[in-house]
């Protein structure tokens, strides 16, 4: 995609709580959604991804929602746990496992505090 | 299924030597290759794109003289940070579609510091 703006920067929640994570895309061509988990120091982690043509996909205690006329898509995690804490990020593409590019998010660090 | 093996885990190297960084798909063929770039507390921000038997295709801003590419097989993918600088520190990582043609599979990175 062209530009993918991700919200909020930082997140802290408190064990068990939920948490959101926001992106916005600008390329109305974009179809492939997915999230990240990146640990430092290690290879970002899909944790989810969603497909233009599906407006919400739950994974256990991990959801993600998209709505393509708004052009943005939310990750949610419910009952968070302390190992959730690492970075976040949204991306978008043109076609997911193919030779389009993905373009990603500026991260979201989100700490669980016991 | 789908790895991408990418050497070296980390290095260390001096201001104006050159360092070359591999990426391997170890059991599928990886036609395309992107090559990512992260400072610290940022994102990933795209490089180039590499492609088996072409030029590969440079970001705005990024200097194809200094990060020389080369994808010379379906299964092997370079890196090449030359007259490196101190400004070159970063975390380098390499992503390949995956073979399924489902999403994208990444290498554990390089963690490049010039001194």
């Known amino acids: 995609g062209e530009n993918v703006e991700q919200h909020p920067s930082t997140l802290s929640v408190q064990e068990g709580d939920s948490a959101v994570i926001k992106c916005t895309y600008s390329?109305?061509?974009?179809?492939?959604f997915p999230w990240y988990k990146q640990e430092l120091g290690k290879r970002p982690q899909l944790i989810i991804d969603?497909?233009?043509?599906?407006g919400e996909k739950k994974d256990q205690r991990i959801a993600v929602t998209l709505n393509k006329t708004a052009k943005h898509f939310s990750l949610h995690i419910t009952e968070t746990q302390p190992e959730d804490s690492a970075v976040y990020f949204c991306?978008?593409?043109?076609?997911?496992?193919?030779?389009?590019?993905?373009?990603f998010g500026k991260g979201t660090l989100l700490t669980v505090n016991p | 299924g789908a790895v991408v093996s990418q050497h070296p885990s980390r290095v260390i190297c001096k201001s104006g030597t050159s360092v070359k960084i591999e990426c391997r798909s170890l059991?599928?063929?990886?036609?395309?290759m992107f090559w990512y770039r992260q400072f610290p507390k940022k994102s990933l921000m795209l490089m180039a794109t590499?492609?088996?038997?072409?030029?590969?295709?440079?970001e705005q801003g990024v200097e194809k003289d200094k990060f020389l590419i080369n994808h010379a097989s379906l299964t092997l993918s370079t890196l090449t940070v030359t007259s490196a600088h101190p400004e070159d520190s970063s975390f380098y990582i390499c992503?390949?579609?995956?073979?399924?043609?489902?999403?994208?599979?990444f290498g554990s990175g390089t963690r490049l510091t010039v001194v």
């Open positions: 390329d109305s061509a974009s179809n492939y």
């Open positions: 969603i497909r233009s043509n599906v």
């Open positions: 590499s492609n088996e038997g072409s030029k590969a295709t440079y």
């Open positions: 992503s390949a579609p995956d073979r399924l043609g489902i999403g994208y599979t």
């Open positions: 059991d599928f063929q990886a036609t395309t």
């Open positions: 991306a978008d593409s043109k076609g997911g496992g193919s030779n389009y590019k993905l373009t």
